[in-house]
């Protein structure tokens, strides 16, 4: 349960497209009976080539594809009534279909594009450390030997960016930088002695046991 601010005028939606869609893009509110009763729900088209966008609650209408067609009418516009899900819909067409690829970041109640939470950041563009710059003790030195971070590529995969100093977590220290899916080893102290190996920092393809990189630190 949540209450929409009487000062909103409108929903705010953070949103990212590989592939637009060739018919329409939309945003539906409905009511509690929006899914079996037509006027218990309201949409309307998002216009944009990109987000965020910003739709007013007195652009969702029963029918939104009939809106500006003097032939037909989209129905009345939505008035306050209350809210049970928001939804975001892809129309097919009879002849042809309808690919698209798109990300909701965050959506919710506002005044302006500016109210739309979260960021969208081009895939791959992630920035981010992960291990530590300094001597730790305990379980932060074992913690920061072991982090991990999930990212995106620019391949719009899933990688994971691992530390991975390992074996003397309580005498060495290591810090890793990075971008997307690349990283830079930028902080190492201490050594395993003679030609033992003491740290792995990997990336590694999310959900797969396959190593795509592997650097030896002694």
Do not use: H
């Not at 500016?114 to 530590?132: E, Q, R």
């Not at 005498?171 to 740290?199: C, E, M, R």
């Amino acid at each position: 349960m949540a209450t929409i601010p009487s000062s909103a005028t409108g929903i705010a939606v953070n949103w990212s497209a590989k592939i637009a869609p060739v018919t329409a893009f939309r945003i539906q509110i409905q009511g509690v009976k929006g899914a079996t009763d037509p006027t218990a729900r309201w949409c309307a088209t998002i216009t944009d080539a990109s987000g965020p966008s910003f739709v007013k609650f007195s652009d969702f209408y029963p029918s939104c594809w009939y809106v500006g067609v003097a032939s037909q009418n989209p129905g009345t516009a939505y008035a306050s009534q209350s809210i049970d899900a928001v939804v975001f819909l892809v129309p097919g067409t009879i002849t042809a279909k309808a690919p698209f690829d798109f990300t909701i970041v965050g959506f919710a109640p506002g005044t302006s594009v500016a109210d739309a939470p979260g960021k969208v950041a081009a895939c791959g563009t992630t920035t981010g450390t992960v291990g530590s710059t300094t001597q730790l003790s305990g379980q932060a030195s074992i913690d920061a030997a072991t982090q991990r971070a999930a990212v995106t590529g620019t391949d719009r995969k899933k990688y994971i960016n691992n530390n991975n100093n390992w074996g003397n977590e309580s005498g060495t220290y290591q810090s890793l930088s990075y971008t997307g899916n690349s990283f830079t080893d930028t902080v190492t102290s201490g050594s395993g002695g003679g030609a033992n190996v003491v740290s792995f920092p990997s990336l590694v393809p999310d959900g797969c046991v396959r190593w795509l990189r592997d650097l030896e630190r002694r």
